[in-house]
T-cell receptor, first 111, second 114 residues
Framework: QKEVEQDPGPLSVPEGAIVSLNCTYS??????FMWYRQYSRKGPELLMY????GNKEDGRFTAQVDKSSKYISLFIRDSQPSDSATYLC???????????FGTGTRLQVFP | DTEVTQTPKHLVMGMTNKKSLKCEQH?????MYWYKQKAKKPPELMFV???????INESVPSRFSPECPNSSLLNLHLHALQPEDSALYLC?????????????FGAGSRLTVL
């Protein structure tokens, strides 16, 4: 079983929709969870990171962690065509410099 | 300067060539990374340097040879590569922010091995 599992999509939504992106993880030896966004032919860029269970909000983005069910989510409100990208969840393996990525979900927001 | 700069952006090489990928950051970050990313796949960790010392080698074949000349530079020397090594090679550096190890990635070097 992979440490971080993510539905690869693609996910296609109309502009203005609320998007929900999800990951599950299997190893509890973690510290932080992160969401990266990667545009085509670019490097990943960090969107948000969170440690504790609950929600963390930043503008149109909300990250949610449920440690009891080992489930992490990213919600995008009022989605825009510029949000079209691949979204990678990642977790930091405890006490290491290793960042383990999920497979990424490709999102397309159409006008 | 809040960027990780990678050169070259594109590289085409034959299986007998020797080439190098370069990465530079001036953010004072303590750790630097090489990741390999194939199309429609997530980045896969290759090497980590922490305080200029190699701390993680993910069992990468010896035809890939990393080098960290100083705290701002990271190189990846390539020799006798195979066509299946064609990929996007990403460099990253990291710092600690509120307890989290936050990585900043470069735009990548796209490598094609003929």
């Amino acid at each position: 079983q992979k440490e971080v599992e993510q539905d690869p999509g693609p996910l296609s939504v109309p502009e203005g929709a609320i998007v929900s992106l999800n990951c599950t993880y299997s190893n509890s030896a973690f510290q932080y969870f992160m969401w990266y966004r990667q545009y085509s032919r670019k490097g990943p860029e960090l969107l948000m990171y969170t440690y504790s269970s609950g929600n963390k909000e930043d503008g149109r983005f909300t990250a949610q962690v449920d440690k009891s069910s080992k489930y992490i989510s990213l919600f995008i409100r009022d989605s825009q065509p510029s949000d079209s990208a691949t979204y990678l969840c990642a977790k930091e393996r405890y006490n290491t410099d290793k960042l383990i990525f999920g497979t990424g979900t490709r999102l397309q927001v159409f006008p | 300067d809040t960027e990780v700069t990678q050169t070259p952006k594109h590289l085409v090489m034959g299986m007998t060539n020797k080439k190098s990928l370069k990465c530079e950051q001036h953010m004072g970050h303590r750790a630097m990374y090489w990741y390999k990313q194939k199309a429609k796949k997530p980045p896969e960790l290759m090497f980590v340097y922490s305080y200029e010392k190699l701390s993680i080698n993910e069992s990468v074949p010896s035809r890939f040879s990393p080098e960290c000349p100083n705290s701002s530079l990271l190189n990846l020397h390539l020799h006798a590569l195979q066509p299946e090594d064609s990929a996007l090679y990403l460099c990253a550096s990291s710092h600690i922010s509120q307890g989290a190890n936050v990585l900043t990635f470069g735009a990548g070097s796209r490598l094609t091995v003929l």
